[in-house]
């Protein structure tokens, strides 16, 4: 299994930046997704971005052109750039990882939005 630790989190004001920091316990060269996911408050957990191995992208449509994923191999971290944020993203922010078929998950970080 692979421990995952997420950092960056915090109060911002609307229309801030925010960048979210999910470092792994292994290399993540061979890993075949990983992403970040999101929880509110009385809401289910969903999908925010996911990067695979080969460098291809996936986001929600509340976050396109807003966030970025990005994956450092040599750093063993992949990043969320959050910019124009709003009161809606707030939550708790998960990262995620699939090595071999299995998911690991952080114990997440909370982004806070509001004035």
């Known amino acids: 299994q692979v421990q995952l630790v997420e950092s960056g989190g915090g109060l911002v004001q609307p229309g801030g930046s925010l960048r979210l920091s999910c470092v792994a316990s292994r290399s993540i060269f061979s890993f075949n997704v990983m992403g970040w996911y999101r929880q509110a408050p009385g809401k289910q957990r969903e999908l925010v971005a996911v990067?695979?191995?080969?460098?291809?992208?996936k986001y929600a449509d509340s976050v396109k052109g807003r966030f970025t994923i990005s994956r450092d191999n040599a750093k063993n971290t992949v990043y969320l750039q959050m910019n124009s944020l709003k009161p809606e993203d707030t939550a708790v922010y998960y990262c995620?990882?699939?090595?071999?078929?299995?998911?690991?998950w952080g114990q997440g970080t909370q982004v806070t939005v509001s004035s």
């Open positions: 990067i695979r191995s080969g460098g291809t992208t």
């Open positions: 995620n990882a699939d090595y071999l078929g299995v998911d690991s």
